[in-house]
């Protein structure tokens, strides 16, 4: 029997639609060095239509690429529009990447104009000679009558978009064709491409406006932290244009002061960061001001959010901090830790520091070293591996096929999956310690040290012991005004890990290193410890724990 339903594409295209069609009165809103700019969300698609246009005029057809080397702007949110909408591809380019990996993506990806603000121009010029597709160099934001060095021949945005006028003619589009593209953070070998659908784009943005993801809605008014270049800033601009919800783009400015003061004058109600930001701000409000009270949720991600920090925002500003999990390949949200209904108020925050209970239009299972799936008893520890709509079958040009499983992807991360699908992640598959032949969280342990209150940030890391095999090094950062004694954090650690996880190595180091997404960058500190780079004090382990696990 055959459905009789109306087959209407998912495309970016529709979300702009709507989001005009009914909520084009909502605001994005961009703060600048001398204040801030807004623009309605009809506005902002009425200046879309003429980016597109313009891209056109400029010979940008169907699946070309266009890339974007830009902050969380108004422009930029008008190139997630105009790119997908016209059958292009946006591939957003993260601008921290290293010069190597910039020239990689772009060439790789083959991008044949780019969006670049004028403030990171020069990080761009440094590779511009590499640049084999690249056709034309679109600066937004360039200071008038100046040039940018090094990028030869640019436009100016404002200039090209005022050469088209308003009409440009949509066409039809598959929803299973190519929107957007970005790639991996590439902590190991190149990064790789991951390209999203424009169907798997609205699915996932449509999935942001449920309760037990953000709830994003018409009376929101979102922050968004995450930079627009790291996996489409989470959906988040996709689900406000959806949603209604209003949109506040800090630009360069996520340093803790101009947080605190975007949150105290924009007064968002929620907002998405990684846990180095919160961090950040919440380190800077013991002498600062810092209002909040004008948020309902706050949401951290790229890394593990440690318990201590979430127990922060809750005693000190009565904020909800939450984690949620997810990948480049996964476009990314999986999973977010909102405790399961029933849960005694005092025991919210166990729940709220695990990893995340899977989304609705995601498929979670773990899977044993030999293929084996195991079950979801909250013991059983495994790979987890993903599939549903939003999460990616391969990727660009590379075939990776030990990344994937009977159609499912293999995200590398180790934990377990409980009754109520609630994941708990441990480790990174590369990052996991093997002590003795006891398996040590590297992730649960740093999330202890950094409950310590002298304690700003920590890694751990496993580092070679004839005698064990490996041990974990912890490498840690003093919060500001304190030393840190690692007997101390030692003995604190006592009754809040098993016995053999205590770490005897120790090293101070002047700040964690991290990625270009800000997740901690392990290999970087494994290989100090290896070249003898760091300082490691051995610390004598308590009595009761010379022997403990053996």
């Known amino acids: 029997m055959q459905s009789t339903m109306q087959d ?18 909502s605001v994005c809103v961009t703060r600048r060095p001398d204040g801030y700019r807004q623009a309605s969300f009809a506005e902002v698609a009425e200046r879309a239509d003429r980016l597109a246009g313009a891209l056109a005029a400029l010979g940008v057809g169907p699946d070309d690429r266009v890339g974007t080397f830009m902050w969380n702007t108004q422009e930029h949110l008008e190139a997630y529009l ?34 670049v603000d004028a403030s990171v121009a020069p990080l761009l010029a440094r590779v511009r000679d590499r640049l084999t597709t690249v056709e034309r160099i679109v600066v937004v934001d360039r200071p008038a009558g100046e040039s940018v060095e090094g990028l030869g021949e640019t436009i100016d945005y404002e200039e090209l978009l005022a050469s088209q006028r308003p009409g440009f003619a949509w066409p039809e589009l598959d929803e299973r064709q190519a929107a957007s593209m970005c790639y991996t953070s590439g902590t190991t070998g190149d990064p790789k491409g991951v390209v999203y659908s424009h169907r798997s784009m609205w699915l996932h943005a449509f999935s942001g406006m449920t309760a037990n ?29 959806l949603a209604g919800a209003d949109l506040v783009m800090p630009e360069r400015f996520l340093q803790a002061a101009p947080l605190a003061e975007i949150f105290a004058t924009q007064r968002p109600t929620l907002s998405l960061g990684v846990p180095t930001i919160w961090n950040d701000l919440l380190r800077y409000a013991e002498e600062h001001p810092v209002d909040l009270s004008s948020v309902r949720l706050l949401v951290g991600g790229g890394s593990a959010v440690p318990r201590s920090l979430m127990a922060a925002y809750q005693e000190r500003f009565g904020v909800t901090l939450l984690q949620g999990w997810g990948m ?30 899977v989304v609705a239009g995601v498929e979670v299972r773990v899977v044993a070293e ?43 991360d180790v934990g377990t999956l409980d009754e109520h699908n609630v994941m708990v992640i441990s480790d990174r598959t590369k990052d996991v310690i093997k002590s003795g032949g006891e398996w040590i969280s590297s992730v649960d342990l740093e999330n202890q040290v950094m409950a310590h209150p002298a304690v700003f940030e920590a890694a751990v890391v496993g580092v070679p012991d004839p005698k064990w095999g490996e041990r974990p090094l912890v490498c ?22 098993v016995r053999w996880w205590l770490p005897e190595r120790w090293a101070a180091v002047p700040e964690v290193p991290k990625t270009s997404v800000g997740k901690f960058d392990k290999k970087v ?17 308590p009595e009761r724990a010379e022997t403990a696990g053996r």
């Open 370 to 412: 030999d293929g084996t799936v195991l079950p979801n008893d909250g013991r059983s520890v495994g790979e987890f591996e993903v599939r549903g709509p939003w999460i990616t079958g391969a990727y660009y040009k590379d075939p990776s096929s030990d990344r994937f499983h009977d159609g499912w992807l293999r995200t590398g």
């Open 476 to 497: 840690y950062v003093p919060a500001p005004g304190h030393q840190v004694d690692p007997a101390e954090v030692l003995a604190f650690l006592q009754d809040r890990v």
């Open 213 to 241: 993801t953000t709830g994003m809605g018409q009376n929101d008014r979102v922050l968004v932290v995450v930079p627009m270049f790291h996996v489409n800033a989470w959906g988040a601009p996709y689900t406000a244009f």
């Open 82 to 115: 105009a790119v997908p909408s016209m059958g292009a591809v946006l591939h957003t380019v993260n601008i921290r990447l290293f010069p190597e990996q910039l020239a990689f993506v772009i060439n790789h990806a083959e991008d044949r104009v780019l969006l």
């Open 328 to 357: 480049t390949e996964t476009s990314p949200v999986c999973a977010v830790s909102w405790p399961p209904r029933g849960v005694p108020a005092e025991e919210e925050l166990t729940w709220r520091a695990k990893t995340g209970r």
């Open 525 to 541: 500190l494994r290989a100090k410890a290896l070249a003898g780079e760091l300082t490691i004090v051995d610390v004598p382990l």
């Open 8 to 25: 209407v594409p998912l495309t970016v295209q529709g979300i702009m639609r709507h989001g005009v069609a009914t909520y084009g009165d």
